[in-house]
Nanobody, 115 residues
Framework: QVQLVESGGGLVQPGGSLRISCAAS????????MGWHRQAPGKQRELVAT???????NYVDSVKGRFTISRDNAKNTVYLQMNSLKPEDTGVYYC?????????WGQGTQVTVSS
């Protein structure tokens, strides 16, 4: 079993920065892919960014150049550095880990961008 625990969400003004983290525990294998998804009120959950164990990254177009995903394999932790935040970045951010085609999810952390 795998457990994911997010931290670091909060309220930030437009143009500000925030870093959220996700620590994974349990049976984690080296070939796992980790990532972040978000869900805004009234909208479907969408992929934000992913990172493989080898460090290859992928971003949704709306966050390219503003968000950076990274991971510490030794700590089984993934981070999302969010800069130049916009009100449309508001939502619940969920950590995801995929291994052997099985998805695991965290409980989510709220990010609110508002003045």
């Amino acid at each position: 079993q795998v457990q994911l625990v997010e931290s670091g969400g909060g309220l930030v003004q437009p143009g500000g920065s925030l870093r959220i983290s996700c620590a994974a525990s349990g049976r984690i294998f080296s070939m796992s892919t980790m990532g972040w998804h978000r869900q805004a009120p009234g909208k479907q959950r969408e992929l934000v960014a992913t990172i493989t164990s080898g460090g290859s990254t992928n971003y949704v177009d709306s966050v390219k150049g503003r968000f950076t995903i990274s991971r510490d394999n030794a700590k089984n932790t993934v981070y999302l550095q969010m800069n130049s935040l916009k009100p449309e970045d508001t939502g619940v951010y969920y950590c995801n880990l995929r291994q052997f085609r099985i998805d695991y999810w965290g409980q989510g952390t709220q990010v609110t961008v508002s003045s």
